[in-house]
Every structure is written in C-alpha cells, then in structure tokens.
C-alpha cells in the first residue's frame, strides 16, 4: 500500500529554522510531482511548494519563496522542506503530497500523507 509519512516538525521560535521529511513507501514515487500544502485551524489547505519528478523545477508560494526550499532524493525515495526564518503564521498541520504533475491544487494529487505539527512561537 503505497504511503507518505512525514516527519520532522515541532515547536522553534521566530526565527528558527526546521527541515520536513516526506518519505514514501509501498511504491516507488520517482516519476511523481511532490507537493508540501500546510492547513492553520480553521483555514483551507493552502499550497507551499512544489518540485516535479527529477528536481529539476521547483514552484513556491509566494508567502515562502526565498524563505522555503523543497528538494528531493530519488534514491532515497523522499522529498523535503526546509523552512528558514519562520514566523508565527507558518504555523499549521504541514502535508506532503504527491501528484503526476507539479502543481498548486490539492485536487491534482493522488496521495498525502498524515500530516506533522508545526508550531512557531513570538
């Protein structure tokens, strides 16, 4: 059964830095898009990044261009976020997903994961 499973959130102050995992199991996702979405309590899923199936393009939000970077490691079988100088509204369930084609509509993927917390503190 094919699965994502992130990992790698938790509590950082303003500021701080954290890096999230999605890795994938029960398939191979290489010739898939990978997507990162995040959802506050009691707002819609918004997108956050996007990287297509080799890396080779990569698609951000505008509120986390410059501050966020999605890569991926085929090899490996697992993408990733880094997220760098965070702020208090960066806080939210944080979701991978994957998709045939990199794009900024959840609808478009064909798997997600279960989530992980982050949390940003003033």
């Known amino acids: 059964q094919a699965q994502l499973v992130e990992s790698g959130g938790g509590l950082v102050q303003a500021g701080g830095s954290l890096r999230l995992s999605c890795a994938a199991s029960?398939?191979?996702?290489?010739?898939?898009?990978m997507g990162w979405f995040r959802q506050a309590p009691g707002k819609k899923r918004e997108f956050v990044a996007a990287?297509?199936?080799?890396?080779?393009?990569?698609y951000y939000a505008d509120s986390v261009k410059g501050l966020f970077t999605i890569s991926r490691d085929n090899a490996k079988n697992t993408a990733y976020l880094q997220m760098n100088s965070l702020k208090p509204e960066d806080t939210a369930v944080y979701y991978c997903?994957?998709?045939?084609?990199?794009?900024?509509?959840?609808?478009?993927?064909?798997?997600w994961g279960q989530g992980t917390q982050v949390t940003v503190s003033s």
């Open positions: 997903a994957a998709g045939r084609y990199m794009e900024s509509r959840p609808g478009r993927y064909d798997y």
């Open positions: 990287i297509i199936w080799n890396g080779g393009s990569t």
């Open positions: 029960g398939r191979t996702f290489n010739s898939y898009a």
